[in-house]
């Protein structure tokens, strides 16, 4: 004897009354479900960048550039997110006096990166330091009024 209960929230089947039709249809249905849920990717990739407060060279301004282009001086406690559509490889460059530091980034459409710059503590050093990091850093290192946002100028070409 085949056992179809039923409550208010499932009805179930007795194993033996399971059609391998319904089993197609129930998988066809939760792959439209998971598409449905799936996030689209933006065209576009966002570069964070975050300058920790701190005492020690809080009064200067690290100088940031993209492919050699002044993007932004970025002050203590500020961080920038700036937003591209052009994927084309970029050299990021940290600039101070005659201390300078670069890295290479290739970014993809739709993800997020973040860099983390701090100034080089020491005699002779000068200069700031730019690291990538996996994650941004907290809100509490960070001071709101220096929050600034830009956009590549490949979205007004």
């Known amino acids: ?37 799936k996030k689209p990717v933006n065209n576009f990739a966002i570069i964070k960048f975050f300058r920790p407060k701190k005492l020690v060279a809080s009064a ?13 001086k970025v002050k203590n406690g500020g961080y920038l997110e700036y937003v591209i559509y052009d994927f084309s490889e970029k050299a990021i460059e940290i600039k101070r006096g ?14 997020e990166y973040y860099f983390k710059i701090e100034p080089k503590v020491g005699v002779f050093k000068g200069g700031f330091i730019i690291e990538q990091l996996t994650s941004p850093i907290p ?16 979205v007004l070409d």
């Open 98 to 111: 005659l201390g300078a530091e670069a890295l290479q980034l290739i970014p993809e459409k739709g993800k």
């Open 60 to 72: 200067i301004a690290a100088n940031l550039l993209i492919n050699g282009e002044l993007v932004e």
């Open 139 to 154: 809100n509490s290192e960070l001071k709101e009024k220096h929050y600034i946002k830009r956009t590549d100028k490949s």
């Open 1 to 37: 004897m085949v056992d179809n209960s039923y409550n208010d929230d499932f009805y179930y089947l007795a194993h033996s009354s399971f059609h391998p039709q319904t089993a197609l249809a129930l998988k066809l249905l939760s792959e439209q479900q998971q598409l449905k849920t």
